[in-house]
């Protein structure tokens, strides 16, 4: 059974705090993102990576920045916490081309 | 700027009957077009997909229509059961790896 990961299914931070999400997958998968969830807004993509140490922008990467160290695990770091930035987050894997994505559980971001 | 559309937040159908969700696009380079169905509390489970050169893609119950002339995509539900009630997300493929999502319909199946 393929299975994304993701650390926490609820956080609460503070204002101004550095803040660590992770997301690890068992299936091999070269391409791994980072999506938020927000009513009225769909998925929107964060950050994306097709390897180890490779990464791209997605459409509102402000504010936020990742890391791939190794092929399954892929971590979205806050690097200031807002409270705008309060939201589901989302991580997914694919193979290469993806015909579809696995997703998460989710990690429901409270910024306070 | 959305480059995948879905304008209706919220569809409610009667269970046994049709369900039918549309996408509209506006990136003519899309190459791949997917379903997806989320349950509050839950990640995103893949549905269906189909590819920019196909016009229908059948999964029993569930087929999606692809009108590239119009850049609009539906999937349709048939019949629709209340464990369908959810939102479904359309997403859309381009540069070969990235996978951009709508807006999201909420969808409700009433017996």
């Known amino acids: 059974d393929v299975k994304v990961t993701q650390s926490s299914r609820y956080l609460v931070k503070r204002t101004g705090e550095k803040v660590f999400l992770e997301c690890v997958q068992d299936?091999?998968?070269?391409?791994m993102f980072w999506y938020r969830q927000d009513p009225g807004l769909g998925l929107r993509l964060i950050y994306f990576?097709?390897?180890?140490?490779?990464?791209e922008k997605g459409d509102i990467p402000e504010g936020y920045s990742v890391s791939r160290e190794k092929k399954e695990r892929f971590s979205l770091i806050l690097e200031s916490a807002s409270t705008n930035q309060t939201s589901m987050y989302l991580c997914?894997?694919?193979?290469?081309?993806?015909?579809?994505?696995?997703f998460g559980q989710g990690t429901r971001l409270t910024v306070v | 700027d959305q480059q995948v559309k879905q304008n209706s937040p919220s569809l409610s159908v009667q269970e046994g009957r049709i369900s039918i969700l549309n996408c509209d696009y506006t990136n003519s380079m899309f190459d791949y077009f997917l379903w997806y169905k989320k349950y509050p509390a839950e990640g995103p489970t893949f549905l269906i997909s189909i590819s920019s050169i196909k016009d229908k893609n059948e999964d029993g119950r569930f087929t999606v229509f692809l009108n590239k002339s119009a850049k609009h995509l539906s999937l349709h539900i048939v019949p629709s059961q209340p464990g369908d009630s959810a939102v479904y997300f359309c997403?859309?493929?381009?540069?070969?790896?990235?996978?951009?999502f709508g807006t999201g319909t909420r969808l409700q199946v009433f017996p």
């Open positions: 990576s097709y390897d180890v140490k490779m990464k």
């Open positions: 997403a859309a493929r381009y540069n070969t790896d990235k996978l951009i």
């Open positions: 997914a894997s694919s193979l290469l081309r993806p015909i579809e994505a696995f």
């Open positions: 299936m091999d998968h070269e391409n």
